[in-house]
């Protein structure tokens, strides 16, 4: 399969649209990941009845500054901590390539992202869902000789917190329009108690100008809490659609998933087509 796109988003996109299989295995195909742990983490998919399960990187000492260079260890803890503490769960590695998944998550995401965030996605389509979701500890190496990493720290990571600035507003927009107009509300009450000071003391409003100000911040303040009102309704609508969407893929025993097709994809490999 070739995709014209350029992005690991992309191809993952494709991957669910295109591939019809009963569990869907996605690694990198860069080598870096230990294949025989594919096994593990289907077994833990089955016979817990879940539907996703991460391969969390553990690297050997001797190759670990090598494999997994150090800034890239500091943003995934740091954006994976970012994760848990607005979306909830119990992620250590969130940007993991290494995933398996059922039909009935393939078949309900919905594959926005173009680029490596597509791991944020991923995550916080199960978390919003409410899914049944696990890790297992699976070996990472350092890559072949002669190839490198399209990941950068810093551009990737910056792309990737943006992204989850972005499901944070769409996912839970009461939250995030509550802190703006909280903030706006700080803000106009701020401005207008030294103006309520000079008044109780002359009657007079000495700032015309500041006073305007302060109730148009505190207007600002209640558009933002009613945005969120009306962005939350919305929210909950769209959470309920990919709610009906995931339980409409009919559910089949774990005898019958063992002996379904398994359908693996290198999505880092053909990301580079």
């Known amino acids: 399969m070739r995709v014209t796109l350029q992005g690991k988003g992309n191809v993952v996109r494709r991957m669910f649209a295109d591939v019809e299989a009963d569990i869907y ?17 289907i077994d833990k998919l089955v016979d817990e009845r879940l539907d996703m399960v991460v391969g969390c990187r553990a690297t050997p000492r001797d190759i670990a500054r090598e494999a997994y260079r150090r800034g890239h260890q500091w943003g995934n803890r740091l954006l994976t901590q970012a994760v848990v503490q607005i979306f909830g769960g119990h992620f250590t590695d969130m940007l993991s390539g290494y995933r398996v998944f059922t039909r009935r998550y393939a078949k309900s995401f919905p594959a ?28 990472y190496g350092a890559r072949v000789e002669g190839s490198a990493s399209k990941l950068s720290t810093f551009r990737d990571g910056w792309r990737i917190l943006r992204t ?10 009461l939250a995030f329009f509550g802190i703006v107009a909280l903030l706006l509300a700080l803000l106009s009450v701020g401005i207008t108690v030294p103006l309520l000071v000079t008044y109780l003391e002359t009657g007079l409003v000495a700032r015309i100008p500041t006073a305007i100000l302060s109730a148009a911040i505190m207007v600002c303040a209640l558009l933002s809490l009613f945005s969120g009102l009306i962005l939350d309704n919305v929210a909950r609508g769209r959470q309920e659609l990919k709610r009906l969407s995931y339980l409409s893929v009919p559910v089949k025993s774990a005898s019958e998933e063992i002996h379904e097709s398994v359908s693996m994809q290198p999505v880092a490999k053909a990301a580079a087509l």
């Open 25 to 41: 295995v996605m690694v990198d195909g860069d080598g870096t990941y230990h294949a025989l742990s594919v096994t593990a983490l």
């Open 112 to 139: 926005l992202s173009k680029g490596f965030e597509i791991e944020t996605e991923l995550t916080v389509h199960a978390l919003e869902l409410r899914m049944p979701i696990g890790e297992i500890t699976t070996p």
């Open 164 to 173: 989850i600035v972005k499901l944070y507003v769409t996912e839970r927009p």
